[in-house]
């Protein structure tokens, strides 16, 4: 069983053949909305993947809250520790060009997620394998989280995206954490000092360059992108479900990415992430 604390939002977004400078308004191509939210892709990613799920997070009492809590239990997540507050539910305003993407989140409904709802959800914190955690949601509930998972001794993932200066003790405390290449930079001083000093828990995840750890590098699949949003969720996800069932680190980064590969593929966060079938026949190509 994993659970994922994190955020839910809608993403709205908008796709330009480049991007508009300060004061500058352009004509895009296509406006589409896809739910999404770190927190929420992650738990899409690992139900497809196969893993049982449950989702602690909190949306608005909008429209966008249902349908985002409704997608979850399409996919088959545990919904019922999604909670709801009074103000607006996450969104984030997505500009793709060329594939790239350049993002601002309005959290909304997940700044409401605080450490005493997370102390109401110990029992569930505590009957998981493994834990995600992102940082889409308040500080001091990302560390709520992460002390709740060391007391009930349970190992968590942080993804620590978007990127924040953090209390060593989340750190120290982590399984493992999975920064992209610039969330590292923001995290450490010395990327190369960071990798030594936590060995096999430190796990850099580099795009199409694919993934390093101390001692290791695991290639990613060489595929095209059309919009690489929620490449870093597929992977935490594909990741968390491995480590999880007891897979080493290495085949653990090798099946993430190729999970990643294939979700890089479609425009949207959640509507490429593979089955765990499709992740192994793509793997044995
Ligand atoms: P984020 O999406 O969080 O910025 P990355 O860009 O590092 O993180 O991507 C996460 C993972 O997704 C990579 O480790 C890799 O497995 C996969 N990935 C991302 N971009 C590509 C790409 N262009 N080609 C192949 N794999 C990719």
Known sequence: ???IIGSLNMDLTATSNKRPAAGETILGERFETFPGGKGANQAVAAARLGADVTMIGMVGKDPFG???TQVLRREGVETEHIGSADTSSGVAVIQVV????SITVIPG???QLTPDYIETKRDVIQNSDIVL???EIPLETVAAAAKCCKEVNVPYILNPAPAQSLPEEIINQAAYITPNESEAMILFEDINEALKKFPDKLVITKGEEGVVYSGGHVAAFPVSAVDTT????TFNAALGLKLASGSSLS???SYANAAAA?????HGAQAGMPTDAEVIAFMRQ
Do not use: H, K, P, V
């Open 1 to 3: 069983r994993i659970t």
């Open 262 to 266: 294939l979700q890089i593929g479609s």
């Open 98 to 101: 060329d594939g790239d993407n």
């Open 251 to 253: 085949e653990a980064c």
């Open 133 to 135: 955690i992102q940082l």
């Open 109 to 111: 409904a997940n700044f």
């Open 66 to 68: 249902n349908e985002l």
């Open 230 to 233: 929620g490449a870093g969720d």
